[in-house]
């Protein structure tokens, strides 16, 4: 079975499990990206699942709002992302079940700068416009009293490494394994600043939730599974790369991704990727406060009813 990803029609990436009207009993799980060492626990989960009788397939996306718009259609059944722009403009009952990650991303600038305050005025170069380093910038000049100076847009963050090491920038947001990377390579000019904590959602787990409800032995298997995994993970990084399967999607990354997966779960863990128990409540209310600041979410986050956009049942069960 082929589960290397490729683009189709620009738009779709397939994968080795296509979605076919055949294949209406299986969860269809739309992934916002291709595999990669950041979807390596994910796919762990999904082999336990599979194990206590989940039947799956996944289709990975070109980005997340493709993603979501298959969950709106119905083309897809549960899906990565945080969408709360979309559950508070749709219709549709859109729920996030299980926090996937949280938004752990570094401000990173050449060494004449210390702290956050320091940026104040100075240009800064992010990922899109609207997405979320662009959110982070945002909420970076509330908490830290700052206006950015002009911004520009690369999307990638390994993008932004390599601009940011020819001189192209002095301020950019990466992520984790893009922030160690920097620092690795030329850690003489570069460094992190000082960042608050962030216990917001960065990827979540979402879905309508008639279709949850109507499907909850799945759904709860499914929920189970992340959380085992998740708990483990924290306990020993080293899981994911001993429970990835050879001959699965992860498997047949390159090797030296594969080489690398135990190093970016130890430091993922470290730096605060993950919370073993999916997020819940306290995600969902730090949700509500980061993405109104972000822009994304409108109205006061204190009013905000968390349960117009997550739905804790499952992962309440898997938490007993």
Excluded at 115 to 124: A, H, S, V, Y
Excluded at 179 to 187: D, E, L, M, P, Y
Excluded at 259 to 267: I, P, Q
Excluded at 285 to 290: I, N
């Amino acid at each position: 079975m082929n589960y290397f990803v490729k683009k189709l029609a620009g738009l779709v990436l397939a994968t080795g499990m296509m979605v076919s009207t055949a294949y209406a009993d299986k969860i269809r799980i739309a992934l916002a990206e291709p595999p990669s060492d950041e979807t390596a626990a994910f796919f762990v989960a999904l082999e336990r699942a599979k194990a206590n009788g989940l039947d799956y397939e996944w289709t990975a996306f070109a980005d997340e709002e493709l993603a979501i718009q298959a969950v709106l259609s119905g083309d897809m059944d549960i899906a990565f992302g945080t969408p709360y722009a979309a559950m508070q403009r749709s219709k549709a009952p859109l729920r996030i079940i299980f926090q996937l990650s949280r938004l752990v991303f570094f401000p990173v600038t050449t060494k004449e700068f210390t702290k956050l305050e320091d940026l104040n005025g100075q240009p800064i170069m992010l990922h899109s416009r609207g997405g979320g380093t662009d959110s982070i910038a945002n909420v970076i000049e509330q908490r830290a009293g700052i206006k950015f100076g002009d911004r520009s847009y690369v999307p990638g963050s390994n993008n932004r490494v390599v601009a940011m090491i020819a001189g192209q920038a002095k301020a950019t947001i990466l992520d984790l394994s893009n922030k160690n990377k920097i620092v690795a390579q030329a850690g003489d000019k570069f460094h992190a600043l000082p960042m608050f904590e962030v216990k917001a959602s960065d990827e979540a787990l979402f879905a309508n939730l008639n279709w949850i409800q109507n499907n909850e032995k799945a759904v709860n298997i499914f929920v189970d599974a992340l959380h085992s995994t998740w708990t483990d993970m924290m306990k020993d990084p080293t899981i994911i790369r001993k429970e990835t399967k050879a001959d699965g999607p992860i498997g047949q990354l390159p090797e030296e991704v594969l080489a690398e997966l135990d190093g970016f779960y130890k430091d993922a863990v470290e730096g605060g990727l993950y919370d073993p128990n999916g997020g819940g409540r306290e995600a969902a209310k730090a949700d509500m406060e980061w993405y109104t600041g972000a822009g994304q979410l409108e109205g006061d986050p204190a009013t905000l009813n968390i349960e117009d956009f997550w739905y804790f049942a499952p992962l309440d069960a898997a938490m007993k």
